[in-house]
């Protein structure tokens, strides 16, 4: 397939255009080989039409004017496909690039055509099996609307319906760095529709993903705002960190409001400035100065906090490496991703029913069969060992409506098991109930070694999901608590089984019982206190 781009931007290969321009040719690549040539035409010669008609009369098919465009239009004739790739300016395409769509006048013979409600010109040559595409940003916050002279001048020298288009608003979002999570998340777009293209077309949800807006308005508009670096108010030039945390402030997303203020402090070390991010239930204020008290304070280099925004560094890892550290509450931290999230509605709603879709874990179904083996069979050896695998068998049906995990599984079997070994040598029972705390508390323990710790698999679920494994605070934290709920349980089967049979047998489930209650409030406790304690340092 012999793809020619021409792209009409005065940035050449810095264009925002261009960057989707190649996101839909790696697309077309993945189907089929691609013979692919550039060109930028701002590095051309290009010269305006003289409009002396020789072209059509003395010398025909031939321009007078000997410049590069000779090339262009071998280059138009020689292509399957031609990409018209550049930004929107004065809502048409950018000068020098009309004057290479004016250029094409040696394509098309004079004669009248009639079919045409305008008027118009047969080609000269056979153009019926190229295909067209257009591909182009604009600044604005939508591209609707702002295509009407663009489409008008395509539908005429193209023909109505006969060209492909991809028109994007937001463009020069594509290159702020801190953004790349939502802008390459268009550019697999993008590239999706180049796919589809040459496989027949754009699937109807490939345009609608297309389609959707980078950034929700107020948000795109409170950032383009931002971006220039004067006060909107007085015009005067502003602080580089201001603007960034401005830019910052505008990503916040009001839905993750959970009913109280949060004052989040941003110092800036390096650069010796504060700044406050105020989230409220209907907005952000940012505050240069009459502070408030903060909720959480983000002690950092600016460059650092540049970095992670550029998603050069992940802010948790920054964190591990103590490239900054926060003070106060950590709950802002742990979960950035949902105060300050893309706010892109579609996104957002899709990660909802995905979410719906992707069942959560649950600890209780690790759970769930060891508690009923340690009450049943601690009351009634052979009863209890019945009841253990009536609800190691019920468990099927409780899997159907959760996530399992290994763990869940494994906690299954063992329990499965221990409950058939106590039906066969019910007079073992005093070895078998002690072992069953040592094989629980040694799941937890040895679940330290792997890369995530017993409680990360459910405790993710209140930190966006399996995201939060790639915390390492997240994991620390848990491996931590993994291992004094294995040491726990460890520790339990030793005095279970030296207390077995003892005068203190009948107090032995309660004590069994009030251990993991209290260790369940130290959970609660040092899920909070631990990460704070950390980043503080
Ligand atoms: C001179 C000029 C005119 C522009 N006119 C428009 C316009 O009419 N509508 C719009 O939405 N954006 C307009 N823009 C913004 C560009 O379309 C936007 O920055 C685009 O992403 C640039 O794409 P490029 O990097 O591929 O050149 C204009 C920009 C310039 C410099």
């Keep these: 397939m012999k793809i020619l781009v021409i792209n009409g931007s005065p940035k050449g290969k810095r264009s925002n255009s261009y960057k989707l321009t190649r996101s839909f040719v790696e697309g077309i690549s993945e189907k089929t080989d691609v013979e692919c040539e550039e060109i930028f035409v701002k590095d051309k010669n290009i010269g305006t039409c003289l409009g002396c008609f020789a072209c059509w009369n003395k010398t025909p098919g031939v321009c007078v004017v000997k410049d590069d465009m000779k090339d262009v239009l071998d280059k138009i004739l020689w292509a399957d496909i031609v990409i018209w790739s550049f930004g929107l300016y004065y809502f048409n395409v950018p000068g020098k690039m009309k004057l290479l769509v004016d250029r094409q006048l040696p394509l098309a013979l004079p004669f009248m055509v009639s079919e045409s409600e305008s008027g118009g010109h047969p080609a000269r040559f056979d153009m019926s099996g190229k295909r067209h595409v257009i591909i182009s940003t604009c600044g604005f916050y939508t591209a609707k609307g702002n295509y009407g002279s663009v489409n008008a001048m395509f539908d005429h020298f193209l023909g109505k319906g006969r060209y492909e288009t991809?028109?994007?608003?937001?463009?020069?979002?594509?290159?702020?760095?801190?953004?790349?999570?939502?802008?390459?998340?268009?550019?697999?777009?993008?590239?999706?529709?180049?796919?589809?293209?040459?496989?027949?077309?754009?699937?109807?949800?490939?345009?609608?993903?297309?389609?959707?807006?980078?950034?929700?308005?107020?948000?795109?508009?409170?950032?383009?705002?931002?971006?220039?670096?004067?006060?909107?108010?007085?015009?005067?030039?502003?602080d580089e960190t201001y603007i960034f945390t401005k830019q910052m402030a505008s990503m916040y997303n009001k839905a993750s409001y959970k009913g109280n203020d949060i004052v989040l402090e941003m110092c800036y070390t390096d650069e010796g400035r504060s700044y406050q991010i105020v989230l409220k239930k209907d907005g952000y204020e940012v505050l240069k100065d009459n502070f408030l008290s903060p909720t959480t304070k983000v002690i950092t280099p600016f460059t650092v906090w540049k970095d992670i925004a550029a998603g050069k560094i992940s802010g948790s890892q920054a964190m591990m490496k103590k490239l900054y550290r926060v003070e106060g509450d950590f709950d802002v931290m742990l979960n950035w991703g949902k105060y300050f999230g893309s706010g892109n509605t579609k996104q957002t709603s899709e990660t909802n029913s995905s979410n719906k879709k992707d069942k959560g874990t649950s600890l209780m179904l690790t759970l769930i069969p060891w508690i009923t083996f340690w009450v049943a069979a601690a009351i009634d050896t052979y009863a209890g060992a019945l009841v253990s695998i009536g609800v190691c068998a019920l468990m099927g049906i409780i899997f159907f409506r959760f996530r399992k995990t290994f763990y869940d599984m494994l906690s299954t079997t063992a329990v499965a098991g221990l409950s058939v070994l106590a039906l066969q040598v019910p007079e073992m029972i005093n070895l078998i109930l002690p072992g069953s705390y040592l094989a629980f508390g040694l799941m937890w323990s040895l679940s330290c070694l792997t890369k995530v710790p017993l409680t990360a698999w459910y405790s993710m679920n209140s930190y966006n999901g399996e995201s939060a494994l790639q915390n390492p605070l997240f994991v620390r934290t848990n491996r931590i608590l993994t291992l004094a709920w294995g040491v726990l349980y460890i520790i339990t089967s030793v005095w279970t089984f030296f207390l077995m049979g003892t005068p203190v047998s009948p107090y032995l489930a309660i004590i069994n019982n009030v251990m993991p209650i209290l260790m369940g409030i130290f959970t609660k406790w040092f899920q909070n206190w631990y990460p704070a304690h950390y980043a503080s340092k």
């Design 166 to 238: 991809i028109y994007c608003g937001q463009g020069e979002l594509f290159r702020v760095e801190a953004l790349h999570d939502r802008t390459d998340e268009y550019l697999s777009y993008v590239h999706s529709a180049g796919k589809e293209f040459v496989e027949g077309g754009i699937s109807e949800q490939t345009r609608e993903n297309l389609n959707e807006l980078l950034f929700p308005r107020e948000t795109f508009e409170t950032m383009a705002d931002a971006s220039w670096g004067v006060s909107k108010d007085t015009g005067e030039k502003e």
